[in-house]
């Protein structure tokens, strides 16, 4: 998986982050409480204490379908975002399609509401870090514990108790440490197949083409809500979404 280059737009989320990663990992452990498969739970009202824990996963990184061979999981990376996740909420709404989308710690914490209509349309959760660091795998493994672990505490409190089932590191960044960290808070490892290179906003077109180019490389395919302009991506699902049903494609989740 190509590591995205560098994104300004990440410099002000880890600024915004710089006390977060201060928490200690044990302060984070409470967000290891047991969900159901769908990603749904009730909000807990017990001490983060007496939660249940999670059970461990694989570690290994997921890239297939939870539909089989012609299955295909649309993942969203990057937000919440108030302006964007809603229209890609909405796209998906129109469709009927169900997706999973990896927000970054601190964009879930400054928008639990867009979290929770993430939850509440049927969606699934993913933990991508604190601050999305493409460089993570180069760092000690209690930075990237903080990194994995506190950003699980605040997608978790702000969907209002339904923790993330998957962990997706920045730019493919894994290391065997953290998906071992992720796996054992019952996040599983997730990857992509197909990069719709609709970060670099190419163009509507060019994105589409790519979806459609890259198709035989897996099922699982990355796009983006947040981050600068997604115009460009809203129009694109808009096309991708239909074609893909006409290819004989079903829409699932990634295996857990």
């Known amino acids: 998986m190509a590591r995205h280059g560098g994104r300004g737009w990440y410099g002000q989320v880890a600024a915004a982050a710089l006390g977060v990663t201060a928490v200690t990992v044990a302060a984070s452990l409470w967000t290891a409480q047991a969900g159901p498969v769908d990603g749904r739970a009730e909000a807990r009202t017990s001490t983060h204490h007496s939660a249940p824990k999670a059970a461990p996963v694989s570690v290994e990184i997921a890239h297939a379908s939870d539909r089989g061979a012609r299955g295909v999981n649309i993942t969203i990376d990057d937000g919440p975002d108030p ?11 129109e469709y009927g399609v169900k997706a999973t989308f990896c927000m970054i710690g601190p964009q879930a914490q400054a928008h639990p509401d867009l979290v929770k209509a993430v939850v509440a349309a ?4 993913c933990d991508h870090t604190v601050s999305h660091d493409v460089t993570m795998d180069t ?19 702000a969907a209002g108790g339904v923790r993330p089932l998957y962990y997706r590191a920045p730019g493919g960044a894994f290391t065997p440490y953290s998906r071992k960290v992720a796996a054992s808070h019952g996040m599983r490892p997730l990857g992509w197949n197909v990069d719709s290179k609709d970060f670099e906003r190419p163009g509507t077109t060019a994105i589409v083409a790519t979806v459609e180019g890259e198709m035989p490389n897996g099922p699982t395919i990355l796009f983006h809500d947040a981050g600068g302009d997604r115009s460009e991506t809203v ?5 991708v979404l239909p ?13 857990r």
């Open 83 to 93: 302006v964007w996740t809603p229209e890609v909420l909405q796209v998906l709404k």
């Open 122 to 125: 049927g969606h699934r959760l």
């Open 139 to 157: 760092k000690p493994q209690a930075y990237q514990s903080r990194q994995i672990l506190d950003a699980e505490a605040m997608i978790t409190k």
């Open 235 to 239: 129009a694109a699902l808009r096309e």
């Open 243 to 255: 074609w893909l049903r006409e290819q004989g494609y079903t829409f699932g989740f990634p295996v």
